[in-house]
């Protein structure tokens, strides 16, 4: 019986044996080392920036031949819509002849201020993104205005369901609603619909924040999908134009 004591390991009766454990090891971290390299992930180097310029302003898609979308054709076309990062989408459409209400609950149509170019908002106090952009586009708002005294028009349509968030909102973070902004609801999303549809050739989902520039003539002239900074120097250049007889 062998003296050893318990987890020693026995003594090699030669040589040999050892020598092959030897090079099956070196053998082994040698492959392993072979196989770490080729799985392990390599560094990408990011691409060179290089400065661009601001994308033109873009058209919705078009349907094929000038037909009605299909429900397949609507969504890619919404998807690249959304896809794209464009100052604004040039649209050429009536401006829609639909009612929004007003904080005194009496029913307003929009097309009943044609002659002055419209800033049409579309809007909800539950939206981050809207409530994100309303400071710049009140004081795009207020320099538009007082530029341009009377042939500019600044709406906000809420989508909120009543007017007491509306109200509380304008009154928390500006002390109220500026003078020169109207402020409207649409409940039902009519209007919003109208326009989202009326612009694009199809019906998207309504989702906020959502702009339209009507002309003085009482056509859309473009859609800006998504939150904007307002004091971007552009728009006003650009709306200024559009009042001016652009």
Not at 57 to 69: D, K, L, N, R, T
Not at 85 to 91: E, I
Request: proline fraction near 12%.
């Amino acid at each position: 019986m062998s003296g050893q004591t318990r987890g020693e390991k026995p003594a090699p009766r030669s040589g040999r044996p050892v020598l092959t454990v030897v090079l099956l090891v070196v053998a082994a971290l040698a492959v392993g080392a072979v196989i770490s390299q080729a799985v392990r992930p390599r560094a990408v180097q990011a691409p060179p920036f290089t400065p661009v310029a601001a994308p033109r302003p873009a058209a919705p898609p078009s349907p094929p031949h000038g037909g009605p979308y299909s429900p397949e054709q609507a969504r890619s076309a919404e998807e690249q819509l959304l896809s794209e990062s464009a100052f604004s989408h040039p649209v050429d459409v009536p401006m829609p002849d639909v009612a929004v209400v007003t904080p005194d609950g009496k029913p307003l149509r929009l097309a009943a201020l044609r002659g002055k170019v419209l800033f049409v908002n579309f809007w909800a106090t539950w939206c981050p993104p809207c409530i994100q952009e309303m400071p710049s586009m009140l004081q795009l708002g207020r320099a538009l205005a007082a530029a341009h005294p009377g042939k500019f028009q600044m709406v906000a349509v809420s989508g909120d369901d009543s007017w007491d968030a509306v109200h509380d909102y304008f009154k928390r973070t500006f002390g109220g609603a500026p003078k020169e902004l109207m402020l409207a609801r649409d409940p039902d999303a009519s209007a919003a619909r109208a326009y989202y549809c009326g612009a694009r050739g199809y019906c998207p989902n309504v989702m906020f924040p959502e702009t339209y520039i009507v002309d003085r003539k009482g056509r859309v002239v473009a859609m800006l999908v998504g939150p904007r900074d307002w004091a971007d120097p552009g728009f006003r250049q650009w709306l200024g134009f559009l009042i001016g007889g652009g």
